[in-house]
Nanobody, 122 residues
């Protein structure tokens, strides 16, 4: 059974940093691309960034230069390092495995985690 579990969220102040983790079981993460998405209350789930199985990365314009995705294959974990956080980064953050198609679309992903809450106060 495939399971993804996000962790590392919390309440921080604007300008602070957080590192989110996405730990996988039931599959070998190194063989998959992994995406990060976020969803704020009353808004659509939006693409944050992704790492391919070749370890190339892409980011949404809103987080480019502030967020970095990396992976530790030995731990079967993908990370989202978030720096210079802003109140508008407040959302529930999800990771998921890429299965094909437009990497910015939620439909391109499977095996979603349950999410971890990030709240940034001003």
């Amino acid at each position: 059974q495939v399971q993804l579990v996000e962790s590392g969220g919390g309440l921080v102040q604007a300008g602070d940093s957080l590192r989110l983790s996405c730990a996988a079981s039931g599959l070998t993460f190194s063989s998959y691309g992994v995406g990060w998405f976020r969803q704020a209350p009353g808004k659509e789930r939006e693409f944050v960034g992704r790492i391919t199985w070749l370890d190339t990365t892409d980011y949404a314009n809103s987080v480019k230069g502030r967020f970095t995705i990396s992976r530790d294959n030995a731990k079967n974990t993908v990370y989202l390092q978030m720096n210079s956080l802003k109140p508008e980064d407040t959302a529930l953050y999800y990771c998921a495995c890429y299965r094909g198609g437009d990497y910015g679309a939620t439909t391109a992903y499977a095996y979603w985690g349950q999410g971890t809450q990030v709240t940034v106060s001003s």
